[in-house]
């Protein structure tokens, strides 16, 4: 069973920085495709940024370009979302999710972490 944990949420100040992890229980980034998601209070979820297992990064959200980076260290069975640049309107709760193939769709979920951006 693939495990999702993630980390490196917090409480920042507008135009501050945090870098998000998620490990995986496996080699996991190395095989399937990765996306970073996020859910603000009522509000739907939305993807943020997605990279393939070949590190190509496929999606960034119109609001998160030029701000936002998406990695990954398949050594460390880790990816991370590197923000810049925070917004209040950043605030929300942050997934890390993968994407089998096979599945054809994003079929491991992190828990959730908390990113919350003061002014």
């Known amino acids: 069973q693939v495990q999702l944990v993630e980390s490196g949420g917090g409480l920042v100040e507008a135009g501050g920085s945090l870098k998000l992890s998620c490990e995986a229980s496996?080699?996991?980034?190395?095989?399937?495709?990765a996306a970073w998601f996020r859910q603000a209070p009522g509000k739907e979820r939305e993807r943020v940024a997605a990279i393939g297992w070949n590190r190509v990064i496929s999606y960034y959200l119109d609001s998160v370009k030029g701000r936002f980076t998406i990695s990954k260290d398949d050594a460390k069975n880790t990816l991370y979302l590197q923000m810049d640049s925070l917004k209040l309107d950043d605030t929300a709760i942050y997934y890390c999710?993968?994407?089998?193939?096979?599945?054809?769709?994003?079929?491991?979920w992190g828990q959730g972490i908390q990113v919350t951006v003061s002014s």
């Open positions: 999710a993968a994407y089998p193939q096979s599945a054809g769709q994003y079929l491991y």
């Open positions: 496996g080699n996991v980034f190395a095989f399937y495709d």
